[in-house]
């Protein structure tokens, strides 16, 4: 059928061009006065996947894949050997409806698929998607679960939507094959929330290009904080049963446990959060203590947002002597525990900690005094645990000032944006560097951590 338009003769009706020819012209007008609502009414259909991400579930031969439609689909992954053939593997999961809490009510679907009987150190060519869209084919290796592996981590904090300096060189790295693994210590897209989510959204397709290839770890931060967290807790998919606030996982020789800093200081969502994360941290270290559990894997790394100590030229929680994160807090009933004696009580080694935007190193500590293993070396069999901050990979709020007359447990400090690495060697060396964005990847500062014995006798 053909229908040939001509311009709109005056009075004939009320708007747009008139059909002529095969239909009569009360009809054309009435089809024509429908317009623009047929055109409002026709939303994109969105099967496609997107914002593909890994997380490791802590099961030795395993790997998660995480990504988002915005329609409901299946959730499949398609994965074969690299060299071998593809696809020849498939693997299905779930989706769960996440409806974020903005005016909008934007919904989406977060699709969870776990691969497991991976051969370990493996590399694996995957896509994910179902019959009605795939994303784009990425690979990963699968990590390897001896404990004589020596994974190499890149570390970091605050890495938002705008101004994510540090992105570029972290993606370029990672698609290098310079990480085993990425752990993001809190404060996220700056935020995940806002614009209806829309930030959360680009922000999980920027970090694609590291995410869908190395398993990306995290823990929560303020700025996740937000409707209780509910972005952060429905888009990630660690270890655990806690919606990703809190659990730990084993990798060469190093225990890691990630914790959520924010039950301190969000007590409207929870005070008893708190004790419940505290009760758990307790159980997990002594499990992690047992003699036969801390000779195959005797170093105990933690992670979380928010320091006990810092020099930042700020009112933050960790530039005051009481920080909640470290004595707790007496202000509520029944008073709430802090971290520092317990971690302390149970020998962990290294704690990772962002949320000031500047890299600082302490020297080794406890109770506000620097227990250096010796004046020479410092980090050789250190007296206490040793802590950095990492939270300079770039945000829309620009890096922070530091103090100028910093406490003697500050050894170094920098206000360059950048990001560290970390390498677990072995049993007794653990080494550690950090990386200048501003000056184009300049390793600035690195220390090497040396330990004959791990655990609390350490410290004697
Ligand atoms: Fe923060």
């Given amino acids: 059928m053909i229908y040939r338009y001509s311009p709109r003769p005056a009075g004939r009706c009320s708007s747009g061009p008139v059909l002529i020819k095969m239909v009569p012209l009360h ?12 055109v409002l009414g026709h939303r994109p ?18 790997m998660r894949v995480t990504w988002t439609t915005f329609n409901e689909t299946e959730s499949k992954v398609e994965y074969g050997l690299l060299g071998g053939r593809l696809f020849e593997l498939s693997a299905k999961g779930g ?3 996440f409806v974020d809490s903005g005016e909008e009510k934007r919904e989406m679907y977060i699709h969870r698929v776990t691969l497991t009987d991976l051969k370990p150190a493996a590399t694996y060519v995957y896509h994910c998607g ?19 592996f020596s994974p190499r981590f890149a570390l970091y904090g605050d890495l938002g939507n705008k101004n994510p300096q540090s992105l570029a060189r972290l993606q370029k790295e990672t698609q290098l094959g310079m990480y085993d693994a990425i752990l993001h210590i809190g404060d996220f897209a700056y935020d995940l929330h806002e614009d209806n989510a829309r930030i959360g959204d680009e922000f999980m397709r920027q970090i694609q290009s590291i995410a869908a290839y190395v398993p990306y770890m995290t823990c929560p931060g303020n700025h996740e904080s937000t409707y209780n967290f509910s972005n952060y807790r429905n888009r ?3 270890p655990g049963q806690t919606e990703s606030l809190w659990y730990s996982w084993n990798l060469g020789s190093a225990h890691i446990i990630s914790l959520s800093t924010e039950v301190y200081f969000y007590l409207e969502f929870g005070q008893e959060l708190i004790f419940r994360q505290y009760e758990w941290l307790m159980k997990d270290l002594e499990e992690a ?12 790394i933690t992670m979380g947002h928010r320091p006990m100590y810092c020099s930042d030229d700020d009112q933050d929680d960790c530039t005051t002597f009481d920080s909640y994160v470290r004595l707790g807090r007496s202000d509520v009933e029944p008073p709430a525990p802090g971290l520092e004696d317990l971690f302390y009580r149970y020998g962990v080694d290294v704690e990772l900690w962002a949320h000031e935007h500047t890299y600082e190193r302490l020297w080794p500590v406890y109770g506000d005094k620097v227990y250096n293993g010796s004046k020479e070396q410092p980090y050789v069999n250190p007296k206490a645990p040793v802590h950095i901050i990492t939270g300079s990979a770039g945000c829309r709020e620009k890096t922070d000032m530091f103090n100028p007359n910093p406490r003697e447990w500050s050894a170094f400090r920098s206000t360059d944006y950048g990001y560290t690495r970390m390498q677990v060697v072995n049993a007794t060396h653990l080494y550690l560097e950090q990386v200048s964005d501003d000056q184009y990847g300049k390793v600035i500062d690195s220390i090497w951590v040396e330990k004959e014995k791990h655990g609390f006798s350490a410290w004697l």
């Fill in 27 to 38: 009809a054309a007008c009435a089809l024509l006065s429908l317009a623009p609502l047929l």
């Fill in 45 to 62: 259909i969105w099967i496609q996947p997107e914002q593909v991400h890994l997380s490791y579930p802590g099961v030795p031969g395993s």
């Fill in 95 to 97: 989706a769960t409806l």
């Fill in 130 to 148: 179902s019959d009605e869209g795939w994303s784009d084919v990425f690979s990963f290796t699968a990590l390897n679960d001896s404990a004589s």
């Fill in 236 to 238: 990630f998919s660690m």
């Fill in 289 to 300: 203590n047992k003699p036969e559990n801390r000779a195959v894997r005797p170093w105990i």
